[in-house]
């Protein structure tokens, strides 16, 4: 009975090969794009799952009540807490301190390093974040101050292997020398955390005793609890505890606020996070959308499947009414019908899983991913799991639609109701272009919001800028020599120091208005020289910039951004005295520039105040060269680099590059998505088009008979594409509301975006209604332009 099923079902296949075709590419490709998104959403949530005994492991994240930026969630904590939290709470199993320091230069003998990921650790580090050590004890790798402990990889390009590396003495940076104690394995790509050097904590301490005091927020802090513990409980034990350590002079709970991250969720529930040290962030949002369009594309598949199942029943009905007559039962009509789907979703998941194998190299060049595809046991699970329910959707309706058949009626030759009068086919044709439609709507608005980010005005020039690194362990009076050099040649324009590219350093401080006690205001803390404001086209909207060579300046002045003076009301903000944190002198303001992105568009632009200081680092340089001269000037630069710090990486950074890399995970996004409209809009297309073929294969008889009596070509195609119009209008309609709110989702990540035009709606709808008469079209134009003899001279 089995083989017999089987026997006709690959017969009807063959027999008819358009319709076959139509649904296993259809599936092919619909599985394939499931697959390819399921992996891309597995990848995600398994962030971080290396971590042993993840579920009682947390973040510990700040609420700041800031003046002047308001409320803001910070994943940086004060020194003491991780030792306090371990001495007081016997919940905690053990917390750990993790200081990353950004780069440095890593020197050993006559050869020196440029290294991105350097971090101060406590000496648990390894358990906390299951970091394996191939060399060197966890328990007592950075026990000693001065230990350091190198990647597998780093130890290799620095020592030529990893085990030579041991007991070896390096320089790094500014900090001194450090003795290699350990070497870890390579921290994997599916971290949040990463790092290639880890020095121990107690280090940092000796060099920056600031760090051992309750006013400050420089570190991450994790915490594992033991088993069992009530994690609520817990937090609300602990932010009454912290208040005995806020300052006595500030409202105490509008100053230590924590709640506990799971560590599960770091990796993609932390945009709402301000400042963090998260390598690799995903979006909870993005990826709960993706799949949900994975599981749209799966779906219109089906539809496919089961619309050209239900326009075909009437070819089939003969077949099923003499079964019937023969003593076949309804049931055993529904089983052939669910196995021959089975059979096509099969062919269809083979043909996806070569595809798949094809495509995924390419798929993870795009979205800067490491997804390894691999046919495990558990993938199996999910393919069985693909299969059954696809099936199970695609042929479950159309084998209950054929089965219902009667035997007496069908053999009379009478035809059931047309395809166009068929309820369960128009919503499901419908929501084929539903989902294509909202798709369109979001491609549309995203990549304006790609011109927007590219053309907007940042208020600051990249042009022609080179960005370069400086390492403290050279004589300040070098890069002064450096620069000097450069301003020689006409090439060179003008360079300037900076604590970053934008001048925004990463820290954040409390400024006091001298002339009072109770006003204050959170500010971004930009460090420059004297060149940085003109060279980098910021317009001082009233007073000066800082004077070249003025030592006065360098102590007492400050020049401060637009949205301080509005934060503040004043009519007259030069002369306003503040008081920087960490320093007994006041400042003047000389100036007021006018406001711009030092940070992307996904922050507000935000109080600022620009010095001359050596307390927060100027570690960086800004070189503009002449427009056109580009490689001429990096050409230049490396050769006087290499003339003042031989051996030194030279490591240039293109501005408007870096500017843009910024924006990276939303090209990827409108990348992504394009591919997947183009997808769901050639399923869709497809399945109409098989659709619109059995129509007009069943209007045959009809259009002969109009062409006959006088019917026009214009008026039979207007009879033909009038329902599948009105359907793909309604769903156009219908996907506005969900459009809308889609895109109000995604606009929420940026404090500045593009608007939302109601055009922009209609442009999608337009280009559904175009694709979806143009398929129907193809078949209706033949049809209206046959010969009605051909079609009536058997009757």
């Not at 950004?102 to 650790?121: Q, R």
Request: hydrophobic residues 45%.
């Amino acid at each position: 009975m089995i083989y017999n099923y089987i026997k006709i079902a690959f017969r009807n296949i063959i027999r008819n090969k358009t319709y076959s075709v139509i649904n296993i590419l259809g599936l092919t490709i619909g599985i394939s794009a499931s697959i390819m998104i399921m992996l891309f959403v597995k990848y995600h949530l398994d962030f971080d799952s290396h971590v042993k005994n993840q579920d009682n492991k947390y973040r510990i994240v700040e609420i700041q009540q800031a003046e002047g930026v308001g409320e803001q969630h910070v994943a940086f904590t004060m020194g003491p807490l991780a030792r306090q939290m371990e001495a007081d709470f016997p919940e905690v199993k053990q917390a750990c301190r993790i200081m990353p320091w950004g780069g440095g230069l890593i020197s050993y003998g006559e050869e020196s390093y440029d290294n991105d990921f350097f971090t101060y650790a406590d000496t648990n580090v390894f358990n906390m974040l299951s970091i394996e050590l191939i060399h060197g004890s966890p328990a007592t790798a950075l026990e000693n101050v001065g230990s350091v402990c190198f990647s597998e990889s780093m130890a290799k390009k620095v020592f030529g292997n990893a085990e030579d590396a041991m007991g070896k003495m390096i320089k790094m940076g500014n900090i001194g020398s450090l003795r290699v104690t350990g070497v870890f394995e390579d921290m994997t790509e599916e971290s949040h955390l990463y790092f290639d050097v880890i020095a121990d904590f107690e280090l940092a301490i000796n060099n920056n005793q600031w760090l051992t005091n309750w006013f400050n927020n420089s570190m991450v802090t994790y915490v594992e609890l033991k088993d069992n513990v009530n994690v609520e409980k817990f937090e609300e034990k602990f932010r009454d505890y912290l208040l005995n350590f806020a300052p006595e002079e500030r409202d105490a709970e509008s100053v230590y606020k924590f709640y506990l991250q799971p560590y599960d969720d770091i990796h993609l529930k932390t945009t709402h996070i301000k400042f963090h040290h998260t390598r690799k962030m995903g979006n909870y949002t993005f990826v709960l959308v993706l799949a949900g369009v994975g599981l749209a594309l799966l779906l219109i598949a089906c539809i496919n499947y089961i619309n050209l199942s239900i326009a075909r029943s009437v070819k089939r009905s003969r077949e099923v009414g003499m079964r019937k007559v023969l003593g076949a039962s309804r049931d055993k009509l529904i089983y052939q019908f669910m196995g021959e789907s089975l059979i096509i979703t099969s062919l269809s998941i083979m043909l996806s899983l070569g595809l798949v194998e094809i495509l995924m190299p390419e798929f993870n060049a795009i979205m800067k991913t490491s997804i390894d595809f691999q046919i495990t046991l558990g993938f199996v699970g999910i393919l069985l799991g693909i299969l059954i329910l696809v099936s199970a959707i695609s042929g479950f309706y159309p084998a209950l639609y054929l089965s219902r058949y009667n035997p007496a009626t069908v053999l009379k030759g009478n035809s059931e109701k047309s395809i166009s009068s068929t309820r369960m086919t128009r919503v499901l044709v419908g929501f084929q272009f539903f989902v294509s439609t909202v798709l369109i709507i979001f491609i549309i608005v995203t990549n304006q919001q790609v011109k927007f980010i590219k053309q907007k005005d940042l208020g600051i020039n990249y042009d022609n800028i080179v960005n370069l690194r400086m390492y403290y362990e050279e004589n300040p009076q070098k890069y002064n020599s450096f620069k000097s050099e450069l301003l020689q040649h006409s090439i060179i324009k003008d360079a300037a120091y900076t604590s970053s590219l934008s001048g925004a350093s990463g820290s954040q401080s409390t400024m006091q208005l001298a002339d009072t006690t109770e006003a204050s205001v959170m500010v971004r803390v930009c460090t420059v020289d004297e060149n940085f404001i003109p060279m980098m086209d910021l317009d001082v909207l009233e007073g000066r910039n800082f004077h070249k060579g003025s030592s006065l300046d360098s102590s007492t002045a400050v020049i401060v951004n637009q949205a301080l003076v509005n934060y503040f009301g004043w009519k007259e903000p030069l002369g306003k005295r503040f008081q920087p944190f960490n320093s007994d002198t006041n400042r003047i303001v000389v100036g007021v520039v006018e406001d711009y992105h030092y940070y992307n568009l996904y922050a507000k632009i935000e109080p600022a105040v620009f010095m001359i200081s050596s307390y927060f680092r100027m570690n960086e340089m800004n070189i503009k060269f002449a427009e056109a001269n580009k490689e001429e000037a990096l050409s230049l630069i490396e050769e006087k680099w290499n003339n003042f710090f031989p051996g030194k990486p030279f490591n240039p950074r293109i501005a408007k590059t870096m500017v843009m890399k910024e924006y990276g995970g939303i090209v990827r996004t409108l990348t992504l998505f394009s591919v997947f409209v183009l997808i769901s809009l050639f399923i869709s297309g497809l399945g109409l088009f098989g659709l619109s073929s059995l129509y007009v294969e069943r209007k045959v008889k009809e259009i002969a008979i109009r062409k006959v009596l006088g019917g026009s070509v214009l008026q039979i195609n207007l009879l033909i594409i009038k329902d599948f119009a009105l359907l793909i209008g309604i769903a156009g309609l219908l996907a506005i509301p969900a459009g809308y709110k889609m895109l109000q989702g995604f606009f929420s990540e940026f404090a500045y975006h593009t608007s939302i035009h109601w055009y922009y709606f209609m442009i999608a709808i337009a280009a559904t209604m175009i694709l979806g008469t143009a398929t129907v079209l193809i078949k209706s134009i033949k049809a209206a332009y046959s010969n009605p003899v051909d079609t009536l001279k058997y009757e």
